[in-house]
């Protein structure tokens, strides 16, 4: 890096050498920019280059704040430097000098047009020039300004102008003026009379019209002999045609509106007076009279001059009054009064109150009264045919429409009630009702109570809640949270606490139980609805008892110590399934079970879940599991026992025998296998090989001992497939063109060397390899037929693509394309990087601009060299831009082994030459650097994170299968060390459809092999 030192010399010499020009034009203003001189040394030798600068002025010789800087940086770019010396002009503008010090601050480059800034140091202060000095201090030599003493004048013959460059006056000012202190303005300069004089702390004026203010008592306009027109006092008090104003506004003598009226606060404008006797307020167009009228008695009438209340409104129409509330929450209308609130009489609708909110009120009613018969709505008729109080409710919806025409709520701690109903009639003949709702698909009455203890209806009449519905309807629906959804009380013997006569005669809902019944002597009852049970019920004979009308069958459900016993003529029972799926008999004929269904004939299930069986199902006569074996079977005789899907050993058949687990033969005694047969787990032998498993389509098969192979396998998917139990991996051998395909959710295989401690996982995360081990190519010796070059791609720490060419400067600009696929991997936004380097003369290039799709390089300075360089653009990968760097452990990522390495050192010591160390080595001794290499440093970081050692470290986190006891013949096995059978997980409909495509597939493989063997020889 060059070394840049700058002697700048001092303003006051270089400002002097400018005064003397000056003089030669008195006239001539004297313009803002100056000359600075200084001397540029490199290496202590003066510089014969050219260069680029930056000045700033600072108000502090040290400070780095950007608010210390005064005024803009001004730069000099491409400045000869001769022998050191360099002339520049500065121009910091004419605000930028008030008389404070200030500092320059030089930056430079060069040569120029290429490289950064170098910021010099210390910053060189200004001192002031002569000329500066001569103009503050001399009469002006000739200008426009002199000073007696400490006056200072005008000595142009002309006028002045503030604002304006063409003054009419000898003072003339374009803008505001302001006046601390003084006795006369000349207002027009035409009437030496009307001026204004300070007096005091005011102004008043001499001669007429005049202004008089007083600062702290008045203002006063007086006009002619007519004395004071406008007083205004020290409080805003207003007064006009007087003095002594004793409101905020006091006129003396008429005040007349000739348009627009009058404007009230609320917004509102009068045009026109209003008429009668003073207590009303006619309509805008005069009709009606007496829209609204105020009684001597306070009292208001709307549309009516004689009120009989406070508010007394009449009309007629639609509606008479309208409140409306436009919050989102709140009341439109709130009445409070001890006896009537708000009376509403005439037309069809006394009240009619309508609410847009979804969960508003369009009536809300309270009483607050703590005793006494009070209500919060009390509606009576006196009609034979009305209705005290007609709830509808109206949705065009069907199934999913909750309106409610009525509903009470009853939230007290003890005998609240929601909807109270009372029928006075003492007529036995008549139909009188406390509470009738009628409904053709809704609910006549629904009561609910949010508190226990409370009822959502209570009835207490002939029929306590009596209701009828038709259709789906419910002649009574109670829905409780704690309480009783519907509790029904007669008080006279033969009544009924509920009739119901509906599709459902009574409908129950509750928390706990749907409803509950109860024998009067208490040796029975039932819950309807209670738990996850439809109905429970207990008595002392049995649960429940159900027959058939004829006599024929019968069934006791809770019958002593059976759960149900039932008898009948064809069968003891019969179940069926109401869509005709399933069916099965139960003492039917010589049969105990006669059963059949669309999924299986039967399914037996231990109460634990922990066993179960499939009778019929599907294919199999029986698919059974367990939480020891799928199935037990046992020769009392001989000791022999085969256990089928043995849950401890993991084995689908787990049988023991006193010759052999088990022996296979075939009819004709060609071929045989004995299973655990001595020191053999099999023990097989056949004509054609010691064992062939074959799929039944023929798409797949094995041969075991065939000829010299040990297994041969093959089929139409893979060779071979292996699949972890919990179906998180597989992997596929032989897999179309591929050698081995495998799959997994961490990873898609995983390799461990566990003597140099190397691990690596394949297709981990965003990694293709993931591994604590570098990534290398080997390729053959050139010339030593012993060896092989071994070279590492290089790492770092993102994930980074490059492209790298040579290009041709052309009178000093080259435009290099870097191709099309670069552009479509890596990120255009960030991480781009470009090194240039020349193969020709040329002072240095530098990269004007770069995207991934193109780099333009210059020359610096503004050369025009023809010469060729290479470059060479890095980028970031797209998508990778936030890959983890540091990551969370999972396994432990030593440094590999090197014994390897230092054991082939041993054998053939020619090749440590090769390696990084001592090529690193060599480099520094051809650099003159003869002291001794330092490895210390690295050597700790090396034992922080430490090489791998195979006899202390281990990498094998291989599953190790757990030891058992092996269990002699006959022994009760130890059903507590089995493992829970996984659960049967049937195929959705996406993966059957994936089977079948492959079985498709399978086939069609297995057709184009059976045409390409030779005779169909497998």
């Given at each position: 890096m060059k070394r840049i030192?700058?002697?700048?010399?001092?303003?006051?010499?270089?400002?002097?050498?400018?005064?003397?020009?000056?003089?030669?034009?008195?006239?001539?203003?004297?313009?803002?920019?100056?000359?600075?001189?200084?001397?540029?040394?490199?290496?202590?030798?003066?510089?014969?280059?050219?260069?680029?600068?930056?000045?700033?002025?600072?108000?502090?010789?040290?400070s780095v704040d950007p608010g210390d800087q005064v005024g803009p940086t001004v730069a000099a770019d491409n400045v000869s430097v001769d022998n050191g010396l360099f002339t520049v002009i500065l121009d910091f503008g004419a605000s930028i000098f008030t008389g404070d010090a200030r500092w320059l601050e030089i930056a430079v480059r060069s040569p120029a047009g290429g490289g950064g800034f170098t910021t010099l140091s210390p910053r060189q202060e200004l001192t002031p020039a002569p000329y500066a000095l001569y103009a503050l201090s001399g009469p002006g030599s000739g200008l426009y300004w002199a000073a007696t003493g400490d006056d200072i004048y005008n000595t142009n013959a002309g006028n002045v102008g503030i604002g304006t460059t063409s003054p009419g006056s000898k003072l003339d000012v374009d803008g505001h003026v302001r006046i601390s202190s003084g006795s006369i303005l000349s207002l027009d300069g035409s009437a030496v009379e009307n001026y204004l004089e300070h007096v005091g702390d005011g102004l008043s004026t001499i001669g007429t019209p005049g202004l008089t203010i007083r600062g702290d008592e008045f203002v006063s306009v007086s006009c002619g002999p007519g004395g004071e027109v406008i007083h205004i006092d020290e409080y805003g008090i207003v007064g006009i045609g007087m003095d002594n104003p004793s409101s905020t506004l006091d006129v003396n003598g008429r005040v007349e509106s000739s348009s627009g009226g009058f404007r009230f606060p609320d917004g509102t404008t009068q045009t026109t007076a209003a008429s009668g006797d003073g207590h009303s307020l006619d309509a805008a167009d005069g009709d009606p009279v007496d829209a609204l009228y105020v009684d001597n008695d306070g009292d208001v009438g709307i549309g009516t001059p004689s009120p009989s209340y406070p508010l007394h409104v009449e009309g007629a129409g639609s509606g008479i009054a309208y409140v409306r509330n436009n919050g989102a929450s709140g009341t439109a209308l709130r009445a409070k009064a001890s006896e009537t609130a708000v009376s509403a009489e005439g037309g069809t609708i006394g009240l009619d109150a309508f609410v847009e909110a979804p969960d508003g009120y369009a009536v809300y009613a309270f009483n607050e009264g703590v005793s006494g018969n009070s209500y919060g709505v009390f509606a009576e008729t006196a009609s034979p045919d009305g209705t005290g109080v007609y709830g509808r409710a109206y949705d065009s919806s069907l199934f999913d429409s909750t309106n409610i025409g009525v509903h009470g709520r009853a939230d007290g701690d003890a005998y609240a009630t929601g909807v109270y109903g009372e029928a006075t009639n003492t007529n036995p003949d008549g139909i009188t009702y406390g509470v009738r709702g009628v409904s053709a698909e809704g609910t006549g009455v629904r009561g609910e109570n949010q508190a226990t203890g409370n009822y959502g209806c209570l009835g207490r009449d002939n029929a306590g809640v009596h209701g009828s519905g038709a259709g789906y309807d419910t002649g009574v629906r109670g829905s409780s949270a704690n309480g009783n959804g519907v509790s029904g009380d007669n008080q006279t013997s033969g009544n009924y606490g509920i009739l119901g006569s509906a599709q459902y005669g009574v409908e129950g809902h509750g928390s706990s139980v749907g409803g509950y019944f109860e024998d009067t002597d208490d040796s029975s009852h039932a819950y309807v609805g209670s738990g996850g049970l439809g109905i429970e019920a207990s008595g002392w004979f049995a649960g429940g008892r159900f027959e058939d009308s004829g006599g024929s069958g019968y069934a006791f459900v809770g019958y002593a110590d059976l759960g149900i016993d039932a008898n009948g003529y064809e069968a003891g029972g019969h179940f069926y399934d109401l869509d005709d799926l399933g069916y099965a008999y139960v003492g039917y004929g010589d049969r105990g079970i006669e059963a059949e269904g669309i999924e299986t004939g039967g399914y037996f299930g231990d109460f634990n879940d922990s066993g179960y069986a499939y009778v019929g199902y599907g294919d199999l006569g029986i698919d059974a599991n367990g939480d020891?074996?799928?199935?037990?079977?046992?020769?009392?005789?001989?000791?022999?026992?085969?256990?089928?899907?043995?849950?401890?050993?993991?084995?689908?058949?787990?049988?023991?025998?006193?010759?052999?687990?088990?022996?296979?033969?075939?009819?004709?005694?060609?071929?045989?296998?004995?299973?655990?047969?001595?020191?053999?787990?099999?023990?097989?032998?056949?004509?054609?090989?010691?064992?062939?498993?074959?799929?039944?389509?023929?798409?797949?098969?094995?041969?075991?001992?065939?000829?010299?192979?040990?297994?041969?396998a093959r089929g139409s998917d893979a060779g071979g497939y292996f699949k972890d139990t919990d179906g998180s991996g597989l992997a596929y051998v032989g897999y179309y063109d591929r050698g081995i395909n495998a799959y997994g959710n961490t990873s898609g295989g995983y390799f461990v060397d566990l003597t140099s401690g190397v691990w690596s996982d394949v297709a981990y995360g965003t990694a293709k390899i993931y591994s604590n081990a570098s990534c290398y190519f080997v390729q053959n010796h050139p010339e030593d037929p012993g060896a092989v070059v071994v070279y590492a791609a290089p790492?770092?720490?993102?994930?980074?693509?490059?492209?790298?060419?040579?290009?041709?400067?052309?009178?000093?600009?080259?435009?290099?394309?870097?191709?099309?696929?670069?552009?479509?991997?890596?990120?255009?936004?960030?991480?781009?990087?470009?090194?240039?380097?020349?193969?020709?003369?040329?002072?240095?290039?530098?990269?004007?601009?770069?995207?991934?799709?193109?780099?333009?390089?210059?020359?610096?300075?503004?050369?025009?060299?023809?010469?060729?360089?290479?470059?060479?653009?890095?980028?970031?990968?797209?998508?990778?831009?936030?890959?983890?760097?540091?990551?969370?452990?999972?396994?432990e990522a030593y440094i590999p082994s090197m014994a390897d390495h230092r054991t082939l050192y041993e054998r053939r010591p020619e090749l440590r030459d090769y390696n990084a160390l001592e090529r690193f080595k060599r480099m520094r001794a051809a650099a003159g650097q003869t002291q001794p290499l330092d490895l210390s440093a690295s050597q700790a970081l090396r034992d922080a994170i430490v090489e791998f050692d195979p006899a202390v470290h281990s990498l094998d986190d291989r599953r190790e299968l757990e030891a058992s006891e092996p269990i002699e013949m006959g022994e009760d096995r130890p059903s507590e060390q089995r493992p829970y059978p996984p659960e049967r997980v049937e195929p959705n409909d996406t993966e059957l459809a994936e089977l079948r495509d492959r079985v498709e597939t399978l086939e069609a493989l297995v057709t184009r092999l059976a045409t390409s063997q030779n005779g169909g020889e497998r």
């Amino acid at each position: 890096m060059k070394r840049i030192y700058v002697l700048g010399k001092t303003l006051t010499l270089l400002w002097g050498v400018l005064a003397a020009p000056a003089l030669l034009h008195a006239q001539t203003p004297v313009g803002t920019a100056f000359t600075y001189q200084g001397q540029i040394k490199q290496a202590g030798e003066p510089l014969d280059d050219t260069a680029d600068f930056e000045f700033s002025l600072w108000n502090d010789p040290n400070s780095v704040d950007p608010g210390d800087q005064v005024g803009p940086t001004v730069a000099a770019d491409n400045v000869s430097v001769d022998n050191g010396l360099f002339t520049v002009i500065l121009d910091f503008g004419a605000s930028i000098f008030t008389g404070d010090a200030r500092w320059l601050e030089i930056a430079v480059r060069s040569p120029a047009g290429g490289g950064g800034f170098t910021t010099l140091s210390p910053r060189q202060e200004l001192t002031p020039a002569p000329y500066a000095l001569y103009a503050l201090s001399g009469p002006g030599s000739g200008l426009y300004w002199a000073a007696t003493g400490d006056d200072i004048y005008n000595t142009n013959a002309g006028n002045v102008g503030i604002g304006t460059t063409s003054p009419g006056s000898k003072l003339d000012v374009d803008g505001h003026v302001r006046i601390s202190s003084g006795s006369i303005l000349s207002l027009d300069g035409s009437a030496v009379e009307n001026y204004l004089e300070h007096v005091g702390d005011g102004l008043s004026t001499i001669g007429t019209p005049g202004l008089t203010i007083r600062g702290d008592e008045f203002v006063s306009v007086s006009c002619g002999p007519g004395g004071e027109v406008i007083h205004i006092d020290e409080y805003g008090i207003v007064g006009i045609g007087m003095d002594n104003p004793s409101s905020t506004l006091d006129v003396n003598g008429r005040v007349e509106s000739s348009s627009g009226g009058f404007r009230f606060p609320d917004g509102t404008t009068q045009t026109t007076a209003a008429s009668g006797d003073g207590h009303s307020l006619d309509a805008a167009d005069g009709d009606p009279v007496d829209a609204l009228y105020v009684d001597n008695d306070g009292d208001v009438g709307i549309g009516t001059p004689s009120p009989s209340y406070p508010l007394h409104v009449e009309g007629a129409g639609s509606g008479i009054a309208y409140v409306r509330n436009n919050g989102a929450s709140g009341t439109a209308l709130r009445a409070k009064a001890s006896e009537t609130a708000v009376s509403a009489e005439g037309g069809t609708i006394g009240l009619d109150a309508f609410v847009e909110a979804p969960d508003g009120y369009a009536v809300y009613a309270f009483n607050e009264g703590v005793s006494g018969n009070s209500y919060g709505v009390f509606a009576e008729t006196a009609s034979p045919d009305g209705t005290g109080v007609y709830g509808r409710a109206y949705d065009s919806s069907l199934f999913d429409s909750t309106n409610i025409g009525v509903h009470g709520r009853a939230d007290g701690d003890a005998y609240a009630t929601g909807v109270y109903g009372e029928a006075t009639n003492t007529n036995p003949d008549g139909i009188t009702y406390g509470v009738r709702g009628v409904s053709a698909e809704g609910t006549g009455v629904r009561g609910e109570n949010q508190a226990t203890g409370n009822y959502g209806c209570l009835g207490r009449d002939n029929a306590g809640v009596h209701g009828s519905g038709a259709g789906y309807d419910t002649g009574v629906r109670g829905s409780s949270a704690n309480g009783n959804g519907v509790s029904g009380d007669n008080q006279t013997s033969g009544n009924y606490g509920i009739l119901g006569s509906a599709q459902y005669g009574v409908e129950g809902h509750g928390s706990s139980v749907g409803g509950y019944f109860e024998d009067t002597d208490d040796s029975s009852h039932a819950y309807v609805g209670s738990g996850g049970l439809g109905i429970e019920a207990s008595g002392w004979f049995a649960g429940g008892r159900f027959e058939d009308s004829g006599g024929s069958g019968y069934a006791f459900v809770g019958y002593a110590d059976l759960g149900i016993d039932a008898n009948g003529y064809e069968a003891g029972g019969h179940f069926y399934d109401l869509d005709d799926l399933g069916y099965a008999y139960v003492g039917y004929g010589d049969r105990g079970i006669e059963a059949e269904g669309i999924e299986t004939g039967g399914y037996f299930g231990d109460f634990n879940d922990s066993g179960y069986a499939y009778v019929g199902y599907g294919d199999l006569g029986i698919d059974a599991n367990g939480d020891e074996a799928g199935g037990q079977f046992e020769n009392t005789a001989n000791g022999s026992i085969t256990y089928v899907a043995d849950g401890l050993d993991g084995t689908g058949i787990s049988a023991y025998g006193p010759t052999a687990g088990g022996y296979f033969v075939d009819q004709d005694g060609s071929g045989y296998a004995y299973v655990a047969y001595g020191d053999r787990g099999i023990e097989a032998k056949g004509s054609e090989a010691g064992a062939y498993f074959g799929d039944t389509d023929g798409s797949g098969d094995a041969y075991v001992a065939w000829g010299d192979t040990g297994i041969y396998a093959r089929g139409s998917d893979a060779g071979g497939y292996f699949k972890d139990t919990d179906g998180s991996g597989l992997a596929y051998v032989g897999y179309y063109d591929r050698g081995i395909n495998a799959y997994g959710n961490t990873s898609g295989g995983y390799f461990v060397d566990l003597t140099s401690g190397v691990w690596s996982d394949v297709a981990y995360g965003t990694a293709k390899i993931y591994s604590n081990a570098s990534c290398y190519f080997v390729q053959n010796h050139p010339e030593d037929p012993g060896a092989v070059v071994v070279y590492a791609a290089p790492e770092g720490n993102e994930v980074a693509t490059y492209t790298r060419g040579t290009a041709r400067l052309v009178n000093g600009r080259a435009r290099v394309p870097l191709g099309e696929t670069f552009k479509w991997v890596t990120n255009p936004d960030i991480g781009l990087t470009a090194h240039l380097t020349l193969r020709g003369d040329a002072p240095g290039l530098y990269v004007e601009s770069l995207t991934t799709a193109e780099l333009v390089v210059r020359e610096v300075g503004g050369g025009t060299s023809d010469v060729d360089f290479d470059y060479i653009v890095y980028g970031l990968r797209i998508g990778f831009e936030e890959v983890g760097i540091v990551q969370e452990k999972e396994r432990e990522a030593y440094i590999p082994s090197m014994a390897d390495h230092r054991t082939l050192y041993e054998r053939r010591p020619e090749l440590r030459d090769y390696n990084a160390l001592e090529r690193f080595k060599r480099m520094r001794a051809a650099a003159g650097q003869t002291q001794p290499l330092d490895l210390s440093a690295s050597q700790a970081l090396r034992d922080a994170i430490v090489e791998f050692d195979p006899a202390v470290h281990s990498l094998d986190d291989r599953r190790e299968l757990e030891a058992s006891e092996p269990i002699e013949m006959g022994e009760d096995r130890p059903s507590e060390q089995r493992p829970y059978p996984p659960e049967r997980v049937e195929p959705n409909d996406t993966e059957l459809a994936e089977l079948r495509d492959r079985v498709e597939t399978l086939e069609a493989l297995v057709t184009r092999l059976a045409t390409s063997q030779n005779g169909g020889e497998r």
